[in-house]
């Protein structure tokens, strides 16, 4: 299935993981109430087939499960929103599992694997902007200036758990096929997803489940 697809180039980029950020639920001024959004720094974390353990997700409507399990960041991407909001954006602000070094979102595309030790990720799609992130940061401008900021994260699927560490090294195998990165892909999801050649490329992907069905359904009804 295209889901589970491992195909990688052989050639591996080499990455080191920063930190590992998990949160509780806490209250905040957006949806029901109360978000996870906010995380910290661990100084381990053991990851299942949902993400970190221990890791709350309030909204599993639209976060959390097993196709987003893992919220991912490139160091990059966190010093240029610390620059794009002017204020400290420490390790898990962006409500990040993940911050990796010498890594940008449009580094990434959907089928890459990341390889942690025993633990295997694959990348299924970008963050998509929402209410929470604006409240977050307080801006209610902030939703349109993460779409267009090129510095979205990227979801992730757990292929394999395990144990993780800051400072343990990250092989990056990028997908040996048709590379679409999450930031192109996040271009096409806010332009509605209506080109068919676009939605064919998306089914042949190992995408999130999510996408498939939207791309299925969208090219059996011509729309």
Known sequence: ???????????????????????????????????????????????????VEGDMIVDTRNHGGREQAIYLLGEADRAWWETELKQTVPAGFMGENLLIDDLTSSDLAIGDVLELGEVRLQITAPRVPCVTFAARVGDPQAIKRFAASRHPGAYARVLQGGDLIPGQNILHHPYNGDRISVTAHLDAYLAGLTDHDYLRRLLALPAHAALHRIAGERLAQGA
Not at 12 to 41: D, E, N, R, Y
């Open 1 to 51: 299935m295209a889901e589970t697809n491992l195909m990688w180039i052989t050639v591996a980029l080499m990455h080191k993981l920063i930190a590992i950020s998990a949160g509780v639920a806490t209250p905040i001024a957006a949806k029901s109430g109360l978000t996870g959004h906010f995380k910290t720094p661990q100084s381990s974390a053991r990851v299942g087939r949902l993400g």
